[in-house]
Structures are given as C-alpha cells and as structure tokens.
C-alpha cells in the first residue's frame, strides 16, 4: 500500500505541487508514494498541471488506516481531521512548527524558505536524484506562486536560486512572463462564487486561545476586486458566525503595488492597529508592503492578539 503525500486544506499551487514532486522522489528512493490532496485543485494550480502535462492529485478526506507524508503544513486545523488515525511518516514544510505531535519519531525537512518545492529540490540534491522536466516545471511555477515573481518578504537566496535551476530543466526561459501568466489566472474571478473567493488561500490559526481565519486573494490589480468587494466583506462576516470565529480576515493583495487591503470581521478589530499600527477605515484597512501572510501577517497577529 502506497504513502500518501497530502498538504494543507483549501490546497494552493505550493501544496499540491509539492505533494506530487515529494511522491516521485520518495518513489524513487524506494517508498512507494501517491500524491493527494485536501479539496479542489485551484485555477492557478489547473494551469501549471496542464501547462507541463502533469496528472491532478487523488482526493482524500481521511488518514484512518493510511500512512501519510504532510507537505506545506504541521498544523492539525490544516491537516486531515482524523490525521491521528493515520501513521505520519514524514513533514516537509516552510512554516513555523504547528501543533501536529507523533508517537515515533519521523522524518522532518523544514526550512526558513519561501516555498516547500525549495525544500524538497533541496533533497532531490542531497539524494542525488534526476528531477523530471514535468515535475521541474510545476516546482517552478510553485516558487514563482508563493514568493509572488520572488517579490514576496518571504522570498530567500535559496527559493531565488531554486526556481532558476528548476526553470533551466523544465526549458523555462522567461520566469518572470511565465509568473505574469499564472497570476492573471490567479486574478480570475468572473463567475466565482463568493465563498470561494473567499476559501481559494485560506488557513485557521490559534491566537492566545481565538479561533482566526485569514484567507487571501493575489491579484495584478486591486480595481478587478471592486464589483465583489462588498460581498467578499459581507461572507467573511457570515464565516465568522457560522464557525465561532473571534476574527476572520480577509487580504486582498496587489502584487503590482506590493501591498494589501485587509478586509476585517473581528471582534475586536482594533487588533490589526496593535499588529500593523494602521488604525481601520471602517471595516478595512490597507498595510503598505504587506504582501506575505506567512512572514508578515502571522507573526503580527499573533503578536496583536497576545497583547
């Protein structure tokens, strides 16, 4: 019976990207490994599969009975809900250390990067194996997505030197065209529900013990969000009745002008003064430069929240 390799809910391109090319090297070294996902495949993770022919994840919705490999998270809230049900072999991941806790010991990869694929071309280096074109592609594109064209505060020497490697196996000549490309398919929002706006980059957090959601939409121009605005405020408020949330923020990111608008359901929403110091304009305020949840947005909450 095959390992599952799986990332986090509401799956991105990092996520399931780095589920498939962890599966092929785990493969390749003698543990046979099946890449999976939490979810749909997003548009933007629909255009690099297809872009480099590369087959979509299984579904699963249960660890019970599976052994399993978590990529791009160590988050219980992010995992399979029966996670414990499971046994986890292994974590790959760029993120602070979360909650999942294991029996054994097991395998940890986790890197101060921008990206999972940064890590796990890392170990494709240390074992000596051959990256696939296919595979050297959707890595690619991954670091391209997470580091926003290598603009992002999380961006590192490592993701930048990575994504130029990849780039060089899987033919890419023109990274920054290509990660043009898959941000306008990113922006995309036409016939969307709103819900799934809302839900297309979304995480659950603990913060000093409140339950906060935090989603983001990446667009190349904040005026493409204007007709869904006030409906993308209006659900973050409703999410945040229907699943007892102290906060649900929502960040509506300009990759162009390299900041954020943070819609606000909270309540207390003078927590984003404490953690940005920009006090809001009624329920919205916009953070300069903000363009990274991981490095900028977490880290100030959870420092808001404490305080």
Known sequence: MPAYVVGHKSPDTDTVCAAIALADLKSKLGTEAKPAVQGSVNDETKFVLDKFGVEYPEQIESAAGKQIYLVDHSDRSQSLDDLDQGELLGIVDHHKLGDVTTPNPIEIWAWPVGCSCTVIKGMYDFYGVEIPKNIAGIMTCSILSDTVIFKSATCTDADTKAGKELAKVAGIDDLQ???MEMFKVKSAIEGTPIRDLVLRDFKDFDMNGNKVGIGQLEVVDLSLLDSVKNDLAQEIKTMKGEGSYHSVFLLLTDI??????????????????????????????????VMSRKKQVVPNFEKGFAS
């Open 256 to 289: 162009m002008k390299e900041g954020s608008q943070i819609l606000i359901a909270s309540d207390d929403p003078q927590v984003v003064q404490k953690a940005f110091g920009a006090a809001p304009e009624g329920e919205q305020a916009w953070l300069d430069g």
């Open 177 to 179: 065209s290509l990660g």
